[in-house]
C-alpha cells in the first residue's frame, strides 16, 4: 500500500525558495524513484504557484489552514471553495498550533472539516496530546474525545480523510514517543476508527513530530502507521528527499 508522506512548511519561506524547495522536491523524488504520495503544505499566499509548479508531477499541494465559513464578510480568511477552485486537494485541520496557539475548538474543528468535504476536499485531521496529558496518562481519552468529534457525527468516505497523530511535545522538540507508546497510539487510533464503521479499516494514518532521515525508518515500522507528516525536516530538500526515499 501506498504510504503518505506530508511537509507542512508552516509559516515559513518567501516566494522563490518555497518555488526552488517544490522544484527540487519534485526532481529528488523522481530521481530516486519515491513510491509514496507526496503533499506539500505550503504558506497559503504561495498556494496558487506552487499549484501550477507540481501540475504535471507526482506531488500535491495541500492548505495548511481553511475558514470554517461559506464566502462572505470575514477578513482574512481563505474559503474551501476558494481551495477547491484552485485546485487544492488536502488541507490540515487540527493541527496542535492551530488548537493551541490560535485556541481553534473543537467545534470550529468540525465546521472546517464540514465545509472542506461539502468541497471535496480531502482532510488531514491532526490529533495528540498536550505534555501534561502525557504525563497524566490521559493520552487515549484525549485521542478518543478527538476523533469521536468528527466520526460520531459525520458519514465519511474512508478516502477523503487522513488522520495524523502527533503528541503536541513531538513537534519540533527532537522527541519521539517510545516504541511501546507509538504502538499503544496507533492500535488505539485504529480500534477507535473501526468503530464507527468496518470500512474505516482503510482510513489513513500518520505519525508526526520531529520526524527526521535518521529516525523516519525505524517509525514507520509501528504497526498500523500509514506515513509521516514532518515539519521542521520538510524545510530542508535533502532531508525531506531522504525520507522520502528511505521508507
Ligand atoms: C508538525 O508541525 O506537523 C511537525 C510534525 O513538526 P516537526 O516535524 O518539526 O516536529
Redesign the pocket.
Known amino acids: 500500500m501506498k504510504k503518505i508522506i506530508a511537509g507542512?512548511w508552516?509559516q515559513n519561506g518567501k516566494h522563490k525558495t518555497s518555488i526552488q524547495l517544490v522544484k527540487n522536491i519534485i526532481t529528488g523524488t523522481k530521481k530516486n524513484k519515491c513510491k509514496h504520495e507526496i503533499i506539500i503544505f505550503p504558506p497559503s499566499i504561495y498556494l496558487s504557484s506552487l499549484q501550477s509548479i507540481v501540475n504535471k508531477s507526482d506531488v500535491k499541494i495541500g492548505a495548511q489552514n481553511v475558514s470554517a465559513f461559506n464566502d462572505g464578510a470575514f477578513t482574512g480568511e481563505i474559503s474551501s471553495s476558494m481551495l477547491k477552485d484552485t485546485k487544492i486537494q488536502y488541507c490540515l485541520v487540527g493541527?496542535?498550533?492551530r488548537r493551541h496557539v490560535f485556541n481553534e475548538s473543537p467545534d470550529m474543528l468540525f465546521e472546517k472539516v464540514i465545509r472542506l468535504f461539502e468541497n471535496n476536499i480531502k482532510v488531514i485531521y491532526?490529533i495528540g496530546e498536550t505534555l501534561e496529558q502525557f504525563k497524566n496518562k490521559k493520552t487515549k481519552s484525549i485521542l478518543n474525545a478527538q476523533v469521536k468529534k468528527i466520526f460520531n457525527k459525520l458519514k465519511i468516505k474512508s478516502t477523503n480523510i487522513i488522520i495524523?497523530y502527533?503528541p503536541v511535545w513531538?513537534?519540533?522538540?527532537g522527541l519521539v514517543p517510545s516504541d511501546k507508546d507509538l504502538i499503544d497510539a496507533f492500535k488505539y487510533i485504529r480500534n477507535t476508527i473501526n468503530k464507527f464503521n468496518p470500512a474505516y479499516k482503510s482510513i489513513k494514518i500518520l505519525y508526526?513530530?520531529?520526524?527526521s532521515p535518521e529516525n523516519a525508518n525505524s517509525l514507520m515500522k509501528t504497526p498500523h502507521m500509514d506515513g509521516l507528516?514532518?515539519?521542521?525536516?520538510?524545510l530542508n530538500a535533502k532531508k525531506f528527499i531522504d525520507i522520502c526515499s528511505t521508507i
Open positions: 507542512n508552516k493541527h496542535s498550533e491532526c495524523a502527533e513531538a513537534i519540533g522538540t508526526g513530530g520531529s520526524v507528516l514532518i515539519g521542521g525536516a520538510s
